[in-house]
């Protein structure tokens, strides 16, 4: 047996050992941190398939943004309830039935697969055939963009509505003040100074190398998203109870952006949703990045905007 | 296999006996303290060892000097962490000497 194939037999044995114990465990919290873990497990399990844009996209969003969000809906519950909140009730009977019958459709779904014979002249050959033309080099950027344009345009309005509906949600209520982590502390002042400019070089660096290698608008966003999580619970931000107008306007602008230029192509004389050129990828992309980071730090703080805290 | 190779194996392979050391802090040492001590010194050393043995197995600089910036960064992260744990277990003054992990 190959190193490759143990490394490749451990991670899957790994994921449905992790997944198992996330949805029978006995404590929130704990169920909370094998979630991360299996997020972490299923990136390694995409690098390992040769997939580095959904592996990173896994680990900056499905284990890390996801995570914390999750941490933070424990802890105020916590706040709110007490233990009480966070028990985990009786299993519902129904539970184990849906489990075999997904588990069967994944197996099939898995056996038919391995079946499938390769054809010639797929859209994904198709898309690596006619990507020069798009001036990208990488084809994940190429579908997201250019191919199936449509698709990521309706992902960030679905973004946009899940935070409309939090926002209903949680109704009228004042921002909860979270207890903080001062940042006064030195050491907490020191992350605070060395890894906020980090992570927004960074999120650069993914956005701008996602044009020709792994990376992209959505994986430099989560890293964003990371920088505002840390400001936020440094109280560096603050919640604030209404959303002014620039962060209004940056919520919309990764849909702004991508309506306006798909549409004006149209105007232009070419068909919706075609790109102009490289410069409007970078653009819509640009947009894309901070809509997304604004988006899910407000998630994440529970309000409707953010203002600089003065000290 | 060339001296690099066998040198740069060598450094991942004494980089994850940290991490087992590590490990084995965390699972049985009784209190947070010492477990803390165990995961942030054996791990940061371990974590060194592996990117530098990873460094040495790239064989080009660029490589070697960004996994170290990743070591930093890793550093920083663990320190922080740490410290925070650390400081929230000797106020809220809980015995942490049960093995289940607690908020």
């Known amino acids: ?311 | 296999m060339s001296p690099a190779e066998a040198v740069g194996l060598a450094l991942v392979v004494v980089g994850c006996g940290f991490y087992g050391a590590g490990t084995v802090g965390l699972l049985r040492f009784p209190d947070v303290y010492s477990r803390l001590h165990a995961l942030t010194k054996a791990d940061n050393q371990g974590l060194f060892f592996v990117v530098l043995g990873l460094g040495v197995l790239a064989g080009h600089w660029r490589v070697a000097l960004l996994l170290i910036a990743i070591w930093l960064v890793g550093l920083v992260s663990a320190a922080v962490s740490a410290h925070l744990i650390a400081r929230h277990a000797r106020r809220s003054d809980r015995r942490h000497t049960s093995r289940t992990a607690r908020p």
Not at chain 1, 219 to 238: K, P, S, Y
């Open chain 1, 1 to 311: 047996m190959s190193v490759g194939l143990l490394v490749d037999v451990m991670l899957g044995l790994a994921l449905v050992g992790l997944s198992l114990r996330v949805v029978t465990g006995q404590s929130l919290f704990s169920d909370i941190v094998q979630f991360i873990l299996f997020g972490l497990v299923v990136a390694l399990s995409w690098s390992r398939l040769g997939a580095p844009d959904l592996a990173l996209a896994e680990a900056a969003i499905g284990a890390g943004l996801t995570g914390a969000l999750m941490l933070m809906a424990y802890r105020r519950l916590v706040q709110g309830g007490g233990e009480d909140a966070v028990r985990i009730g009786p299993r519902p009977l129904l539970a184990l039935p849906v489990a075999a019958l997904t588990g069967t459709l994944v197996a099939v779904i898995g056996l038919v697969a391995l079946g499938v014979q390769r054809v010639a002249g797929a859209a994904g050959d198709r898309v690596l055939e006619a990507l020069p033309g798009t001036g990208l080099g990488n084809p994940v950027t190429g579908v997201l963009l250019v191919y199936r344009g449509l698709d990521t345009l309706l992902e960030l309005a679905v973004l946009l509505v899940a935070l409309l509906g939090a926002w209903a949600v949680s109704g009228d209520a004042a921002p909860g003040r979270l207890h903080q982590v001062d940042r006064r502390t030195p050491l907490v002042g020191a992350l605070l100074t060395s890894m906020a400019p980090l992570t927004i070089l960074i999120a650069t660096h993914l956005l701008l190398a996602g044009t020709d290698a792994p990376g992209g608008a959505f994986q430099a966003g989560a890293v964003l998203t990371g920088c505002g999580v840390l400001l936020v619970l440094t109280g560096t931000l603050r919640p604030t109870a209404a959303a002014g107008l620039v962060t209004r306007l940056l919520l919309v602008s990764g849909l702004a952006a991508f309506v306006l230029i798909g549409v004006g192509a149209v105007a232009l004389g070419r068909p919706t949703m075609t790109m102009p050129g490289t410069w409007a990828i970078y653009l819509v992309e640009t947009a894309i990045m901070v809509s997304i980071a604004v988006t899910m730090t407000l998630l994440f703080a529970r309000s409707r905007g953010l203002a600089p805290e003065r000290s």
